[in-house]
């Protein structure tokens, strides 16, 4: 017994993981900013929060763009199933691939951060207090007040820090989190219009319970998965699905259950139908924040998951694709020309580009993963810049999107039906816009695998070009109604979130080939 007291006791050797802290710092700034902005929230005076948090919000994010164009300046891991990322013990991927999807998520949301903070169109957009019942007294003692809300530019960085990491994760726990931290912030923002607050509040309780429905799909896949390779690390799952040779039902019904929750969060069809509501109900800075921002990461998640974890499978989820490609394309192009709001025809607008970007995930090359890269750009750029338009066109409810009240407006407008039209025509992919680039791009890579799916994008692409031709006809040949909407005179920062946008839409439709060389180094990463 005395012996066994004296023996000396056993040392055990914790292993640290290794972290590049260096290569996760765009994460870091944001999240930095975000927490800053809560600070802002609590200790700023609030006559002094708007400033402050335009400030906290454009600042961390451009500060974050700049540290991504550094990373990927540098010399960069690959994400290949037998690669070894440094960045978080490996479970975060610092690669073109990765650091494409973010810089142009960080772009996008610096214009969605532009839009949420015009002031000179509407006092804001955005109402905290939006369960009050609208023309209660509270509800006027606020309006009384003037108070400007400031609260939802935290909420826009800490979804932005999440659609940083959704994408770039090598671990499904980890890309379940990312998934969780983007989608949290934004089931409050779509909720918090200060006009017609019953359709916004609708609008967050249907997003809210859908996507709680998708992310438990998510999850499951996770754990079945888990069963399947004993890890959650994409690089297991790949390497036990080409050498293992225990049954496959756990493998296959993992990542059909985990593509629920991806394809939702990406509105494509059958998982869809949150999508019109939610983009109708929402002030209109979220909805383009959302249609763009929130698209971009969904399919850079869905690129790593199909070309990371699982490309050997390639047959097996190849037919999925095909199925809800076409499913897309059909409800996005056919059931838009019923729609009588513009803003829900850029829902299903949405979702018919949706099926377009996933015509390019079904060849697993470098030009494949290259023109969704190139696609989700341009599509993000045109759809900020659309919403951001509607803000300016206002009757006394606010922001008048019905499809009668555009009549005429380039009598009363030229600029803003000149612009419109320019983004409707890149939308429908009229040569020598970034649309027709993108969709040329991809249906050119898809062409030598799913050369009848090509066919069938291009029939659809020219079904929904016929509700964006009836916008631009109905803003340019049919007589203004009565009393019809005004439009209002945009301030510095949406005027330069829609200049930008606009900008960009032209000069990727004219000069596309540098963007498109950094997509294709970018995608090296992920197929190389």
Known sequence: MSALLLAAPTITTVTTPSIAYGALLPIFIVLGAALLGVL????????DRFVAQMAVTVGGLVAALIDVGMLHGSAVTTSSPAGNDPAFAG?????????????????????????????????????????????????????????????VFPLLLFAVSGMMIYPVSNNLLLMFIGLELLSMPLYLMSGLSRRRRLLSQEASLKYFLLGSFAAAFFLYGVALLYGYADSVDLSAIFHAAR??????????????????GLLFKASVAPFHVWTPDVYQGAPSPVSAFMASCTKVAAFGA????????????SWN??????????????VGAVFGLTQT?????????????????????????????????FYVLTYGFSTMAAFGLLMLVRDS????????????????????????????????????????????????????????LVVLALLFSAVAAFY???????????????NGPTIAIPGWTSSVALTFGVVVTVVLGVFPQPIIDLATKAAGSLVG
Request: proline share 5%; glycine share 8%.
């Open 40 to 47: 802002v929230e609590a200790v700023v005076p609030r006559g």
């Open 397 to 452: 409810d606010g922001e008048a999107t019905h499809l009668s009240q555009w009549s005429g407006i380039a009598r009363k407008s030229p600029v803003v039906a000149g612009v419109m039209t320019v983004l409707l025509l890149s939308m429908a992919g009229i040569p020598l816009t970034a649309g027709f680039t993108g969709k040329f791009f991809v249906f050119r890579a898809a062409w030598h695998t799913a050369g009848p």
């Open 243 to 260: 050498n293992s040779g225990r049954s496959d039902v756990l493998l296959y019904a993992g990542l059909a259950l985990l593509l629920v």
């Open 468 to 482: 964006y031709l009836r916008i631009v006809v109905m803003m340019y040949f049919a007589e203004p109604p009565e």
């Open 91 to 151: 479970s975060i991927a610092v690669d073109g691939t990765g650091l494409f999807i973010q810089g142009t998520v960080i772009v996008l949301a610096i214009m969605a951060a532009l839009l949420i903070g015009e002031r000179s169109v509407d006092r804001s957009p955005i109402v905290a207090a939006a369960g009050l019942v609208v023309g209660s007294p509270e509800d006027r003692r606020l309006a009384r007040t003037e108070r400007v809300q400031t609260e």
């Open 341 to 373: 709001d513009i803003k829900r025809i850029l829902a299903y607008s949405s979702i018919a580009h949706a099926g377009f970007i996933l015509v390019g995930l079904v060849a697993i090359t470098q030009t494949s993963s290259a023109s969704v890269l």
């Open 302 to 313: 869905l690129l790593r998951i199909l070309f990371v974890a699982v490309p050997g499978l």
């Open 317 to 330: 989820w190849r037919p999925i694709i095909w199925a809800v490609a076409i499913a897309s394309m059909i």
